[in-house]
């Protein structure tokens, strides 16, 4: 299937060239996933530009560089944020190659996709690409009455068993309000190895043509 990589009007302008052009720090990449709605796009503009932007369903990415801190030294964090609908899933494994770390957002307060989320988690930590990588699970949607808590999502996913060859943490969070959000990327931050290669254009092109075999 060929994918149309292309980003939404609506969501923010970001600076390509600037992007495009890397960072000279080293540089860990970062898959950002979880089902459609679940909040991916929400929170990451959330942390990245500190404003709530009205979100479209991502077809194809968005990619975002954050600075962030590795104990003493600065490092960016290159996070891939991908569509999560059915018809975008299948797509995710072009990703996996040279992750160093994966984010996975749960909508806790929709508790009727729950398993469908839980399904999707253990397939995608399953992938030999993504063997021993660390994972944070981002409980989102937490300002919301009746959220499904993060002790009770470690319990409902069976997390201590499903991660158990991997490092994991559950933070709770909310691309609403931003809360728990510095935490989540900050702890993904503490667990990722780097490289000194992070070349966006290099990958763009690489992902355009895995998605066209
Ligand atoms: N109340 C609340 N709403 C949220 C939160 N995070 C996201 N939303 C809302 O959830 C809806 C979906 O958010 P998106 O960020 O577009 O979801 P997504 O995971 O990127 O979805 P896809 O791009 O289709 O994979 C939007 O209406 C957001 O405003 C949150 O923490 N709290
Ligand atoms: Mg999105």
């Known amino acids: 299937m060929d994918l149309e990589i292309w980003r939404s009007r609506k969501q923010p302008e970001r600076q ?18 979880g089902l459609d709605g679940s909040g991916k796009s929400t929170l990451l503009f ?4 500190n404003e709530s932007f009205r979100t479209v369903p991502t077809i194809g990415f968005n990619v975002e560089m954050m600075e962030a801190k590795q104990k003493r030294r600065k490092i ?11 018809k975008m899933r299948p797509h995710w494994k072009s990703y996996y190659q040279d ?40 409980a989102n949607k937490q ?10 999502l470690t319990e409902e996913f069976n997390l201590r068993k499903t991660c158990s060859n991997r490092d994991w943490f559950v933070q709770p969070c909310s691309g609403k309000t931003g809360a728990g959000l510095p935490e989540g ?18 990958t763009v092109k690489n992902l355009r043509k895995s998605m066209k075999t």
């Open 46 to 49: 959330k942390l990245k530009y």
């Open 185 to 202: 990327f900050r702890r993904m931050a503490l667990l990722v190895e780097t490289t000194s290669n992070n070349n966006i254009k290099d």
């Open 99 to 138: 992750t160093a770390g994966l984010l996975f957002v749960v909508d806790c307060w929709d508790r009727t996709r729950l398993n469908e989320a839980r399904r999707e988690l253990e397939r995608v930590l399953k992938n030999e690409h993504l063997r021993g990588l660390p994972v944070v699970i981002l």
């Open 76 to 86: 960016t964090l290159t996070v891939w944020d991908v569509g999560g609908q059915e």
């Open 143 to 152: 300002d919301k009455d009746g959220a499904l808590t993060a002790t009770d």
């Open 16 to 33: 390509d060239k600037e992007m495009f052009k890397g960072s000279k720090l080293p540089d860990a990449r970062i898959l950002l996933l």
